[in-house]
């Protein structure tokens, strides 16, 4: 394992010293228990943002704490749930009146932890409401599943939420706008090499040099199939045909598009996936209105991408284009 | 009972298991079931080293928090909820047979309450329901508590590895489909260590 | 190799459309010359910023282009230098009648490029200043070699520059900050995994399990030593130890600390890397008044990190703070 | 002289020398020369087949800039200044032995002026200046223009081997300092490619 690490189980509070050490203008980090928030929080009479999960997908959550976006932000250890007693701290600190809103992927783990917080929360007096984000068109959506997995359209949720409650909604409305982003987009990622766990130590799968997974998990799970490495272009229109044939989209709409890397793909190869990504929405008769291009939601060194579509309406559209002031989205500020 | 000793011998046998759990893990999940719960005994131990509880169900519902503040992933809120029953269940007085067979039957409806796993969907739920059952059987029957807690691990332990033919409908695993066939469940192996360490750690003389 | 392009040959002109496809509001794209310019260049009366090199850097330089950066990159194959006909036909397209200062990291390819473009576009009416930027500790600064290697600090001065150039400043004094930037700038960085250039198809250099490259080059030049790894603690103290015995940096000084990630490292990594040294520095007496943790001049794949100071002054600080709004660097907008 | 010949076969020696070229400049430097090379060469030939040139310098100013724009790195400007150095010399006569000696000096001196490389750095030059010497001596001693031709070649095929010695003082090698030794210098060696291909494209019957 070749990782800039000191500890493998030090990693994440380190890495929090070092957002503490970087970013203590404008973040309180907080490491017992660990979560990250606005320096200014609780805004009083503003529904307050939570999302977390486990670490490892960075800039996702941390990076998104800010004006416009979260104002706190919970990490578990590298792709580990965080656990309910951050949970209720981080709701706790960021409560300013006007309740709490608790996106949450979509990952059992996840929904455990966050329930038993919000029943937690919920007992010592803040209003909670929580949205689940499952768009991972890769995983079969059925009773039968812990259902589909939270991926790319996890950072829409978090700038649109985050915008409608710096606009001073309600949290029942910020709430119906997060479900409806949810609701609105689909995402699937492919991976080209596998990411190691530092706690762990080995990759966790192995891909043969000629071979790619598709439908790849943001923890690395194996996706909906191994094959063959192709080019760019084929394996764009790969993950797009069960994006665009899942909601449906459909010729006329709207989208903002996004492409995102895993962690271990160069900025350039994105750009190679994003043109084709164009083309063919074009040739499908959408509109890409807006678009979001880079290393959002990673999983650690893996390369690979993934695409996720939202279907775009005005309000989402004004929504997008607030300021947002985080340290790895900012724009408008 | 002796809370402190079960969960010295829990954390033992967890440190122990870890890369085998996690192996199990890889195979069906994300392979850190086995560092989750070595993270979360490890804390419990050095929570109940440092403040000794007067009774056992103080003892087991700071297992129960700390568990659900240290794992973290599926197991923790599950196996938090688990202690944290336990300890409910065993407020009104210390435990024998009777009150812990009760006690495990309280603990088992939370994790089904918390998770929504019915038996057979390749879960800690298969283990902790043929535990369950076979406790209470043996202590309907009248068998010493350390037989009877025995015939429980055994059962916990059988049950863990009928879990290998099932096809995962809950958790991390699930997302295999048919994929999942042919593996154990670690949530489920690590039940069984749980339950073979409190076979262990309690007996008439202690109890 | 494992890599989501096409055809190796035509990664960087499908990039270009990709970059042209997702940002063509704010960028105008051309391809034969090869070019990025700010949507609205030349701004008439300011300074024009130019700057180029091999690609395979990502976001440098293309993604530095904007209000308050550049106002034109001229990107090269990966990791050659651009040609001279790229850079005069970038250079009158931001010419706004001010001049244009050029900023080359210096690479011999570069120079030479640098230079014959400078010849050409003089000759056809441009005035043209040139900056060369090499601030590598890594390597000996000495008459018989190419001297220093431009690293890290390009990112520094072409913000500074550009920050320069936005108030109205006159070429000369955009170009006396930008060679300021560059004196008072030193940089190292390392390697822990190489990085494979796509026309190339192997890696670059081959390192086993346990080893790094310290000094490594942006382009996967061999470095100072190549040693076993170390904690992250460990390397960041071998590369500030040549950085703040170079310069030198002495205790009182104010500074800007710059993490760089090469491209394949984690951000997580990146704030272990930048929480050692906020340690050091504030053991050595410096302080952090301005820092900037990310990739923002890579090396492809590469895992690994550079570390930039860059001593401060009140002047400094003033055109760091000033709006920039590029795709990747953006604040103040 | 025939510049189309010449650039065809330059073309294809360089196109089948690329993976070396490549390897050697991987050895001290970044390891694109014979990329580098080949994209230039083959671009000239699509330059000087779409337009006949009216002369041979018209042709290798084509080639010179063509090069200038297409190669890139060091290897760009330095090979654009040598064809544009040999158009300017040939300007204006048809060249001959005695015109060409003269322009291989001048294209000389135009790429020691651009790169600053002294006989001994380890660079191109330590080919061509062997090449333009052994091709002075061979027009001065009256030799027919083909045997003087591959002189000049056999001389900068010395001059490349004899770069594996040197240290590096310019370019990207000379980071390397020491560890530079060993190595034979990959634009020396494309240096010699040119001329191999000059000499077997340019004869009398051809001149
Ligand atoms: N819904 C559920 N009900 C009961 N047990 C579950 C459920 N989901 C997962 N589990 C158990 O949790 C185990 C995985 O735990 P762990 O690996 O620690 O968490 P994660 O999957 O979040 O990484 C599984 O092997 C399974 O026994
Ligand atoms: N200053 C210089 N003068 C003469 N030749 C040089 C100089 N610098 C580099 N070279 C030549 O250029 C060659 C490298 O060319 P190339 O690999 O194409 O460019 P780059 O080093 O930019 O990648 C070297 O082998 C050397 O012969
Ligand atoms: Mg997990
Ligand atoms: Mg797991
Ligand atoms: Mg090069
Ligand atoms: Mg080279």
């Given at each position: 394992m070749k990782k800039l690490i000191n500890d493998p189980e030090a990693v994440v509070r380190e890495a929090l010293e070092g957002v503490a050490a970087a970013h203590g203008d404008r973040l309180r980090v907080s490491h017992d228990p660990a979560f990250v928030a606005r320096a200014d929080a609780p805004v009083s009479g503003k529904v307050g943002i939570?999302?977390?999960?486990?670490?490892?997908?960075?800039?996702?959550?941390?990076?998104?704490?800010?004006?416009?976006?979260?104002?706190?932000?919970?990490?578990?250890?590298?792709?580990?749930?965080?656990?309910?007693?951050?949970?209720?701290?981080?709701?706790?600190?960021?409560?300013?009146?006007?309740?709490?809103?608790?996106?949450?992927?979509?990952?059992?783990?996840?929904?455990?932890?966050?329930?038993?917080?919000?029943?937690?929360?919920?007992?010592?007096?803040?209003?909670?409401?929580?949205?689940?984000?499952?768009?991972?068109?890769?995983?079969?959506?059925?009773?039968?599943?812990?259902?589909?997995?939270?991926?790319?359209?996890?950072?829409?949720?978090?700038?649109?939420?985050?915008?409608?409650?710096?606009?001073?909604?309600?949290?029942?409305?910020?709430?119906?706008?997060?479900?409806?982003?949810?609701?609105?987009?689909?995402?699937?990622?492919?991976?080209?090499?596998?990411?190691?766990?530092?706690?762990?130590?080995?990759?966790?799968?192995?891909?043969?040099?000629?071979?790619?997974?598709?439908?790849?998990?943001?923890?690395?799970?194996?996706?909906?199939?191994?094959?063959?490495?192709?080019?760019?272009?084929?394996?764009?229109?790969?993950?797009?045909?069960?994006?665009?044939?899942?909601?449906?989209?459909?010729?006329?709409?709207?989208?903002?598009?996004?492409?995102?890397?895993?962690?271990?793909?160069?900025?350039?190869?994105?750009?190679?996936?994003?043109?084709?990504?164009?083309?063919?929405?074009?040739?499908?008769?959408?509109?890409?209105?807006?678009?979001?291009?880079?290393?959002?939601?990673?999983?650690?060194?893996?390369?690979?991408?993934?695409?996720?579509?939202?279907?775009?309406?005005?309000?989402?559209?004004?929504?997008?284009?607030?300021?947002?002031?985080?340290?790895?989205?900012?724009?408008?500020? | 009972m002796d809370v402190s000793e079960w969960v010295r011998r829990s954390a033992g046998a967890l440190e122990q298991e870890r890369d085998r759990l996690n192996r199990l893990d890889a195979d069906i999940g994300d392979g850190d079931h086995g560092a989750n719960m070595a993270r979360g005994f490890t804390a419990v131990v050095a929570r109940l080293d440092g403040a000794a509880a007067d009774s056992s169900s103080a003892a087991l519902r700071t297992v129960g928090m700390t568990l659900l503040s240290t794992v973290g992933g599926a197991a923790g809120p599950l196996y938090g909820s688990l202690f944290i029953a336990l300890a409910g269940a065993t407020r009104a007085r210390e435990p024998d047979a009777a009150v812990w067979a009760d006690a495990l039957d309280a603990a088992v409806a939370a994790v089904q309450r918390r998770g929504k796993a019915e038996p057979g969907d390749k879960t800690m739920v298969d283990a902790l329901i043929p535990a369950r059952d076979a406790l209470r059987a043996a202590v309907d029957d009248g068998k010493p508590l350390a037989e009877a807690l025995a015939a429980s691990a055994d059962a916990a332990e059988e049950g863990a590895r009928a879990t290998i033919p099932l096809l995962a409908r809950k958790g991390r695993a699930s997302y295999l489909g048919e994929r999942s066939i042919g593996h154990q469940d670690p949530g489920a192996t690590s039940t069984a260590l749980l339950l073979r360490a409190l076979a262990g750690s309690w007996d008439e003389t202690t109890a």
């Amino acid at each position: 394992m070749k990782k800039l690490i000191n500890d493998p189980e030090a990693v994440v509070r380190e890495a929090l010293e070092g957002v503490a050490a970087a970013h203590g203008d404008r973040l309180r980090v907080s490491h017992d228990p660990a979560f990250v928030a606005r320096a200014d929080a609780p805004v009083s009479g503003k529904v307050g943002i939570l999302s977390g999960g486990g670490s490892g997908h960075e800039p996702l959550h941390g990076g998104f704490v800010g004006r416009g976006m979260l104002d706190v932000a919970c990490p578990g250890a590298v792709f580990t749930s965080p656990t309910p007693d951050q949970m209720l701290a981080a709701t706790q600190a960021v409560d300013g009146g006007a309740g709490v809103l608790h996106i949450v992927k979509n990952y059992t783990g996840d929904v455990m932890n966050f329930e038993t917080a919000a029943e937690l929360a919920a007992a010592e007096g803040s209003e909670v409401e929580s949205v689940l984000v499952d768009d991972d068109v890769a995983v079969q959506d059925s009773t039968y599943t812990a259902g589909r997995r939270g991926v790319g359209a996890t950072v829409l949720v978090e700038k649109l939420a985050g915008a409608a409650a710096e606009e001073g909604r309600s949290l029942a409305e910020v709430a119906a706008i997060a479900r409806r982003v949810d609701e609105q987009a689909r995402s699937m990622g492919m991976a080209l090499t596998s990411c190691t766990v530092p706690h762990v130590g080995s990759p966790t799968f192995e891909l043969a040099d000629d071979e790619m997974e598709i439908g790849i998990g943001i923890h690395g799970e194996p996706g909906r199939e191994r094959v063959r490495l192709e080019p760019a272009d084929a394996i764009v229109d790969r993950l797009l045909e069960p994006i665009l044939s899942d909601l449906p989209f459909n010729s006329g709409d709207r989208v903002l598009a996004f492409v995102n890397g895993m962690g271990g793909t160069p900025l350039i190869e994105l750009y190679v996936v994003y043109r084709r990504v164009a083309q063919v929405l074009s040739e499908r008769g959408l509109t890409i209105e807006r678009n979001l291009v880079g290393n959002f939601i990673t999983s650690l060194e893996m390369a690979g991408t993934s695409i996720t579509l939202l279907k775009l309406d005005d309000e989402l559209v004004r929504l997008w284009d607030a300021p947002v002031d985080t340290t790895a989205l900012r724009w408008g500020v | 009972m002796d809370v402190s000793e079960w969960v010295r011998r829990s954390a033992g046998a967890l440190e122990q298991e870890r890369d085998r759990l996690n192996r199990l893990d890889a195979d069906i999940g994300d392979g850190d079931h086995g560092a989750n719960m070595a993270r979360g005994f490890t804390a419990v131990v050095a929570r109940l080293d440092g403040a000794a509880a007067d009774s056992s169900s103080a003892a087991l519902r700071t297992v129960g928090m700390t568990l659900l503040s240290t794992v973290g992933g599926a197991a923790g809120p599950l196996y938090g909820s688990l202690f944290i029953a336990l300890a409910g269940a065993t407020r009104a007085r210390e435990p024998d047979a009777a009150v812990w067979a009760d006690a495990l039957d309280a603990a088992v409806a939370a994790v089904q309450r918390r998770g929504k796993a019915e038996p057979g969907d390749k879960t800690m739920v298969d283990a902790l329901i043929p535990a369950r059952d076979a406790l209470r059987a043996a202590v309907d029957d009248g068998k010493p508590l350390a037989e009877a807690l025995a015939a429980s691990a055994d059962a916990a332990e059988e049950g863990a590895r009928a879990t290998i033919p099932l096809l995962a409908r809950k958790g991390r695993a699930s997302y295999l489909g048919e994929r999942s066939i042919g593996h154990q469940d670690p949530g489920a192996t690590s039940t069984a260590l749980l339950l073979r360490a409190l076979a262990g750690s309690w007996d008439e003389t202690t109890a």
